[in-house]
């Protein structure tokens, strides 16, 4: 039973599309967050998400919205999505404000053509 | 700002010798820091982590070493196994404690 899921793990979709990607994790934890991983495989966090807070990465372009239905989903919606976006985006979730070890999902590569 | 890095974007060893991956970090108020491993086509995997009243922490054929007079950790892996190839991070708080800030990952290459 995976931890941490993903959908879908590859998508490829033309520039000024909008798409989502979602993830759910089943270990009971009340933080989400949202990371890029770029072509030199350098993570770069996007958002922090629990239940009472938000917290965006001032870089983070607001074509980018994060939507939390309930605790264990965090949905990533883009609009107009751009070339530059190309990446693949890691959900992960953790216990408690105090950030400890996450638990990370495998990943959703996005591919703007 | 704060900044996580390794030295070393990458290292070829030979199986079962031991590796040594490092990290320099820059924010002296850090007091938590943990190392992450990423195989190829997955996410990253937590290893081990050390706060910053310790020296020294031992997993399972793993050692983090922690040296704040420089800021510095490292991370020791005994015997390396072809299984140990993979991209190893290491990543500290944020100065709010909000998300882990990740440093530029070391790719690991273990020949037999």
């Known amino acids: 039973d995976t931890a941490v899921s993903q959908t879908p793990k590859y998508l490829v979709t033309q520039m000024g599309n909008d798409k989502s990607i979602k993830c759910e994790q089943n270990l009971g934890h009340d933080t989400m967050y949202w990371y890029k991983q770029d072509s030199k495989k350098f993570l770069k966090i996007m958002f922090s998400y629990n239940n009472k807070e938000l917290i965006i990465n001032e870089t983070v372009p607001n074509r980018f919205s994060p939507k939390s239905p309930d605790k264990a989903h965090l949905n990533l919606h883009i609009n107009s999505l751009e070339l530059g976006d190309s990446a693949v985006y890691f959900c992960?979730?953790?216990?408690?404000?105090?950030?400890?070890?996450?638990?990370f999902g495998s990943g959703t590569r996005l591919t703007v053509v | 700002g704060e900044s996580v890095g390794l030295h070393l974007p990458t290292l070829s060893v030979q199986e079962g010798d031991n590796s040594i991956i490092n990290c320099a970090y820059s924010?002296?108020?850090?007091?938590?820091f943990i190392w992450y491993k990423q195989e190829s086509g997955k996410g990253p995997q937590f290893i081990i982590d050390?706060?910053?009243?310790?020296d020294k922490r031992q997993g399972q054929r793993v050692t983090v070493l922690l040296n704040k007079t420089v800021k510095h950790l490292s991370l020791q892996i005994a015997a390396t196994q072809p299984g140990d190839s993979a991209v190893y991070f290491c990543?500290?708080?944020?100065?709010?404690?909000?998300?882990?800030?990740f440093g530029k990952g070391t790719t690991l290459s273990v020949s037999s």
């Open positions: 990543a500290d708080r944020d100065q709010a404690g909000t998300a882990l800030i």
């Open positions: 992960a979730s953790s216990q408690g404000s105090g950030v400890y070890g996450y638990t």
């Open positions: 050390i706060r910053s009243n310790m």
């Open positions: 924010n002296s108020a850090s007091d938590y």
